[in-house]
């Protein structure tokens, strides 16, 4: 390890290791480092991402790919499903990863272009001098370090610090955190070509429970409700149990994780002199789906070459990295802001507006219909969501 770099990535995750790589390929010296011992472990992700989103950023690899997904089969509340081709679908479901070494073999990537990995080292602090970021104190087997960087990147994931440190807000109200847990389970005996949804709010009140397959019979069994729909007594791995106890008795439990994913649509401000927040530090995961892994690896290509365009301008104030903010939010922010929007009307839905919907869409053939026609089917049985979703159109 140096002292100085052109660029220090702080959280070796999807967001983390796009922008060291990028950076890295524009010719800046670049560190990336980890405060965990093994990049990618313990995993807090169900691991579905899109098949063509992903392709713009890596080759698909067998090695960290467990399931190739046809499409989704969503449950409405009184058990009717509608059945979705995989481009219909959406963003998370296509690819079933195996994150441990999809993140790992992101870094890998990274270091190949030339970026320094330091795992087991951890950012305790920003240096910062007259207002401008300058570097990172990090601590390092029970050693302290300055690290000096013309820019500092924080990728450090839904418990960021480092935008706080920056004086950027980045808190969440309950109300837009998705509480998750998740088991991955064998011997649920679901078709591994297909991920499954079940909505309603006896399941999982403002979310859904997810079942996404992992191969030889293994799945990821998880749920996400809504922060503040947690709690009475009945926190997110209670209404899992529930639900795992009801449908699958006979699984068994291989693995367990918790975890949160913002679902509150863009913040205000993701930079500031010297500094750049990417993926879930920056809240730009998906409100509705709470996927984030294709937007972290989107807004990390982004940030790398803007980081590259500021140090060649010899120019790292907010000014110059506004080319950052300005081209995450007309590409992914877009997409974010929309979403919030179908988030904010569907978790008003009741029960019965669900399984309304349900009927609607049951025994549409999507795989012959765009999602356009999709939603013309859909509104056209639904004028109250067409009333609500306006803004969209
Ligand atoms: P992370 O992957 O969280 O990486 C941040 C990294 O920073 C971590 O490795 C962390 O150890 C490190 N770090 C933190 N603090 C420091 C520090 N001080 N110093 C050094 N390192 C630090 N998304 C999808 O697209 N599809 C899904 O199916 C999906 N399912 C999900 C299910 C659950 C239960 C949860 C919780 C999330 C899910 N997500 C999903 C969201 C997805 O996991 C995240 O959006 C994605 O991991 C964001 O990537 P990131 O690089 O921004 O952050």
């Known amino acids: 390890m140096k002292n100085e770099y052109d660029v220090v990535v702080i959280g070796?995750?999807?967001a983390g290791s796009i922008t060291a790589k990028t950076a890295a390929e524009k010719g800046l010296s670049v560190l990336l480092i980890e405060k965990r011992q093994e990049i990618g472990d313990p995993v807090r992700c169900a691991e579905g991402v899109s098949k063509v989103w992903l392709r713009k950023h890596i080759e698909p690899d067998h090695r960290w790919i467990c399931a190739d997904v046809k499409g989704s089969r969503i449950f409405a509340p009184d058990g009717t499903m509608v059945e979705m081709a995989e481009e219909i679908a959406g963003g998370e479901?296509?690819?079933?990863?195996?994150?441990?070494?999809?993140?790992?073999?992101?870094?890998?990537?990274?270091?190949?272009?030339?970026?320094?990995?330091?795992?087991?080292?951890?950012?305790?602090?920003?240096?910062?001098?007259?207002?401008?970021?300058?570097?990172v104190n990090v601590s390092h087997l029970g050693q302290s370090y300055d690290i000096k960087a013309k820019i500092v990147i924080g990728a450090d994931g839904v418990e960021s610090k480092v935008g706080r440190w920056a004086g950027i807000d980045t808190s969440i109200k309950p109300a837009d955190i998705e509480t998750c847990a998740q088991y991955l389970m064998s011997g649920t005996g679901i078709d591994q070509e297909y991920c499954y949804f079940y909505l309603g709010n006896e399941v999982a009140p403002a979310g859904y429970v997810w079942i996404f397959p992992k191969g030889n019979d293994m799945a990821n069994v998880g749920i996400g409700i809504l922060g503040n729909k947690s709690g009475n007594g009945k926190h997110a791995i209670d209404y899992l149990n529930d639900f795992v106890n009801d449908k699958y008795p006979d699984a068994k439990i291989l693995e367990m994780d918790v975890g949160g994913v913002p679902v509150s649509g863009s913040i205000e401000r993701t930079i500031a002199n010297g500094l750049m927040l990417v993926g879930d530090a920056a809240r730009q995961s998906d409100p509705i789906t709470g996927g984030g892994i294709i937007n972290a690896m989107e807004a990390g290509k982004i940030a790398g070459e803007v980081a590259y365009n500021a140090i060649s301008r010899n120019d790292v104030s907010t000014d110059s990295l506004n080319e950052y903010e300005v081209k995450w939010r007309?590409?992914?922010?877009?997409e974010?802001?929309?979403s919030l929007i179908v988030k904010n009307t569907f978790t008003k839905f009741s029960d019965k507006e669900l399984n309304s919907l349900g009927h609607s869409l049951k025994g549409v053939n999507f795989s012959s219909m765009s999602l356009l026609d999709l939603l013309y089917a859909l509104f056209k049985a639904?004028?109250?969501?067409l009333w609500e979703l306006r803004v969209l159109f």
Not at 117 to 129: D, F
Not at 330 to 334: D, Q
């Open 12 to 14: 070796a995750g999807p």
């Open 93 to 135: 479901v296509g690819y079933v990863l195996e994150r441990k070494i999809f993140d790992r073999a992101l870094a890998y990537e990274a270091s190949k272009a030339g970026v320094e990995v330091m795992v087991k080292t951890r950012a305790t602090g920003l240096i910062i001098e007259n207002g401008f970021i300058k570097g």
């Open 382 to 385: 639904n004028k109250k969501l």
């Open 336 to 338: 974010i802001d929309n």
């Open 330 to 334: 007309e590409t992914i922010g877009r």
